[in-house]
């Protein structure tokens, strides 16, 4: 018996559902997958912008946090997070305005060189600069002083407005017993960085263990309105405030 129009179109139609089936069946999981990694990058784009947003404000320890999940997410694969990150990671150095203070144990100066490779480019002058300086800090801190200077110099050479390649180098001639050319360089981050805690804690230890605690008042009064849970600012302030009475 010759099959019918109906039977040959049921056939083609069956096979048909079954080419949909199929194509469904490996194009589902692909949407949904597009749909995950969507979704993963929103998410790592806001740990990414709190990360940024963490750096700008000297949080370094919390950014770095912020950038490890940003990196842990994306695995690898997005090299400004990469650079963000180990951008916090060695700038906290900075976070302790106490010269001597905890230097963070896990960096090296391959932290530095790497970051710094990074930035080699003529367009992240200023950049390059900001991890000099806190690579001077750190040498400074590891009992390395000449090549602090070394370092430090070649920050300002980049970028002579780099507030805190000046207060580094104030603490560097502070070591050395040049009390004058560490005030000059607190002053001189001062001027170019009017709110810079660093350079009034450090101003204001220097004016005050030089015996002018009058002239130390101000600075100190300033840090620790910013930073009013520094508990050694406090005792500072208040050796200050009992020589201004």
Do not use: C
Request: proline fraction near 4%; aromatic fraction near 6%; charge should be negative.
């Amino acid at each position: 018996m010759s099959e019918t129009p109906w039977r040959r179109s049921r056939s083609f139609f069956a096979g048909l559902a079954s080419g949909a089936v199929l194509v469904l069946a490996f194009l589902v999981p692909s949407v949904q997958e597009q749909w995950n990694l969507w979704r993963s990058g929103r998410v790592i784009d806001q740990y990414a912008r709190i990360g940024h947003q963490l750096l700008a404000k000297g949080q370094f320890s919390a950014a770095e946090h912020a950038f490890d999940k940003a990196v842990e997410m994306s695995e690898g694969r997005r090299l400004d997070l990469i650079e963000a990150q180990l951008e916090a990671h060695v700038q906290r150095v900075n976070e302790n305005p106490e010269w001597r203070g905890a230097v963070p144990e896990d960096l090296s100066d391959g932290d530095f060189l790497y970051l710094l490779e990074m930035q080699s480019a003529p367009s992240r002058v200023r950049k390059r600069a900001a991890t000099l300086a806190a690579f001077g800090a750190w040498l400074a801190s590891v009992g390395r002083p000449v090549e602090a200077s070394k370092r430090l110099d070649e920050a300002l050479q980049l970028d002579p407005g780099n507030a805190a390649a000046h207060v580094n180098l104030g603490n560097l001639r502070d070591d050395r017993g040049d009390l004058s050319g560490a005030e000059a360089e607190y002053r001189r981050a001062l001027e170019l960085d009017t709110a810079n805690a660093a350079a009034l804690y450090d101003l204001g230890v220097l004016l005050l263990e030089a015996g002018r605690r009058e002239e130390a008042l101000e600075p100190l009064q300033r840090y620790a309105q910013m930073k009013p849970d520094d508990v050694e600012a406090k005792r500072r302030l208040a050796e200050a405030s009992s020589a201004a009475r």
